[in-house]
């Protein structure tokens, strides 16, 4: 599974959108990109996945660029509750074993 | 409540007792992983069950730990002889393996291990 890589932190105002980059320069063509969130104290929730088109669900919005070397999470309205350290993982679509976590971004929502 | 499920939630022990965790997956979820996660760090991948056969076992996964899945539903994570580095939130996840989301891990909220 490739690699990635994601900044240690960021912050969001409550109501702003947040956007949460994550950089797989390495991912090759069956390999899709999950997004998982973990809220402190809990096991990490799924959010999206997503080959190479956006996909959008009741959570986020998935943006993955055209060479697909990096993706965008986006939280349209970010709320308090989204305080969460977020995980970015590829994986091929072959892949029914483990997810390699990284140490995510850690998204702080302030009022 | 019919998410993944986890007994206990905390565990405190004495070095060199033995813990086990047990696991409840979401029903019909044929497949089942445990992970561990040290402060700091994300999950780290441990085992992974296919019904009840075991099908891949990180080096991670010491002889001392073992995990069992009986009658492929709950599963057991069993570590003897507890060690101070064993002191971790032990999480398990389960997906469906079919269908669309066939890949999709829901975890349970975990157990908290502490050796003293």
């Known amino acids: 599974d490739a690699k990635t890589t994601q900044p240690p932190s960021m912050d969001c105002a409550e109501g702003r959108a947040a956007n949460l980059p994550c950089n797989h320069s390495?991912?090759?063509?069956?390999?899709?990109v999950y997004w998982y969130r973990q809220i402190h104290s809990q096991g990490p929730q799924y959010i999206i996945h997503?080959?190479?088109n956006n996909e959008t669900n009741e959570m986020a919005s998935l943006i993955i660029t055209e060479d697909r070397k990096s993706s965008t999470l986006i939280l349209p309205h970010a709320t308090l509750r989204d305080t969460a350290v977020y995980y970015c993982?590829?994986?091929?679509?072959?892949?029914?074993?483990?997810?390699?976590f990284g140490t995510g971004t850690r998204l702080q929502v302030f009022p | 409540d019919t998410g993944v499920s986890q007994d206990p939630r905390h565990k405190i022990t004495k070095r060199g007792q033995n813990v086990t965790f047990r696991c409840d997956p979401i029903?019909?979820?044929?497949?089942l992983y445990w992970y561990r996660q040290t402060l700091g760090q994300g999950p780290e991948f441990l085992t992974y069950?296919?019904?009840?056969?075991?099908?891949?076992k990180s080096r991670l996964l010491s002889d001392r730990f073992s995990a069992e899945r009986p009658k492929g539903s709950f599963s057991t994570l069993e570590i003897q002889r507890t060690e101070q580095g064993d002191s971790a939130m032990y999480l398990c996840?389960?997906?469906?393996?079919?269908?669309?989301?066939?890949?999709?891990?829901?975890f349970g909220a975990g157990t908290r291990l502490s050796v003293l």
């Open positions: 996840a389960s997906s469906t393996g079919q269908g669309e989301f066939k890949n999709i891990q829901y």
């Open positions: 390495t991912i090759s063509g069956n390999e899709y």
């Open positions: 997503g080959l190479k």
């Open positions: 993982i590829v994986r091929g679509t072959y892949n029914t074993d483990k997810l390699i």
């Open positions: 029903s019909e979820h044929n497949r």
């Open positions: 069950f296919q019904n009840e056969a075991q099908l891949e």
